[in-house]
């Protein structure tokens, strides 16, 4: 993992925002999964957005946590679940977003779906990694959750990751969707942080197609504690997945959420 700056601003004229909006999380049963992020974190749970709809939301600072039960896409014959976006990049006008998409070689997977003043598409990357743009009013920053004393494990995402098997052709292919320089050095190694304007850091990762690994990580949430936080997750009864790791820039743990997301906290040693 690498640190992240912010602060990079897009070429003029890109109709996708350069930052991660929102990442997804695909779940089965949504009010356990909320249940399970809400006491990872220390938060209340919001019982108004457990109201029969497909989604339950957390309004972090920067970039938003989307859980995803899916349940309207079930129901349309032609879904399938290789359409399950993992992350959301804001569009300032949907259509060019869509235009855009397209000419830089993704591939839309439909048309553009409007309800009122929402719009938005799902697409493949080259590697087919889906992700989808999305334009809505009055989507700007909410105010950050409260701070917990009862979870070191902050709510706040610190980076998303996206599985490629080619980093250099997909880190210059990111680059360019986004309107962000391109660093060919830095794509020599095994992730790469697509430059953002703020929020998550975007992080390819080659780790899983190098070592050969089924699983995925989805994301990272940051910790100031990483011992603390660490404790927490063991002696709150949250399944660990392996031992501890710690590198000189990081220290780093993952979970497996109730359904076997893998989701990691990290403390970055600055």
């Known amino acids: 993992m690498v640190n992240h700056g912010h602060g990079v601003q897009a070429a003029a004229g890109i109709p996708l925002a350069n930052r991660v909006a929102s990442v997804f999380v695909h779940v089965t049963d949504l009010r356990t999964s909320a249940e399970w992020y809400s006491r990872l974190l220390g938060l209340p749970l919001m019982e108004e957005r457990l109201n029969g709809g497909p989604v339950y939301w957390f309004d972090f600072q920067g970039t938003h946590l989307i859980l995803d039960s899916n349940r309207v896409n079930r129901q349309k014959p032609d879904w399938d679940e290789g359409m399950m976006p993992r992350i959301m990049f804001a569009a300032q006008e949907i259509d060019a977003a869509f235009r855009h998409v397209r000419e830089k070689g993704g591939e839309p997977i439909d048309e553009p779906e409007r309800h009122g003043t929402m719009a938005f598409f799902n697409f493949r990357d080259p590697e087919g990694n889906v992700h989808m743009a999305c334009c ?58 697509v430059p953002t304007d703020s929020g998550a850091a975007l992080l390819l990762d080659h780790n899983r197609y190098l070592n050969r690994e089924s699983f995925t990580e989805v994301f990272y949430f940051e910790t100031d504690d990483f011992d603390a936080a660490f404790a927490f997750a063991r002696d709150q009864g949250f399944q660990i997945a392996g031992e501890p790791c710690r590198f000189p820039d990081l220290s780093e743990f993952a979970l497996l959420d109730p359904d076997g997301n893998r989701i990691v906290v990290a403390h970055m040693h600055i």
Do not use: C, Q, T
């Not at 009055?138 to 009862?150: K, R």
């Not at 052709?169 to 190694?189: I, K, N, Q, T």
């Open 136 to 193: 809505a009013e009055h989507a700007g920053e909410a105010l950050p959750p409260e701070p917990s004393n009862v979870s070191p494990i902050l709510p706040r995402v610190g980076g998303v990751f996206v599985d490629v098997k080619n980093m250099p052709e997909a880190a210059r292919w990111y680059s360019d969707l986004l309107g962000v320089p391109f660093d060919g050095s830095a794509a020599e190694e095994r992730i790469y942080s």
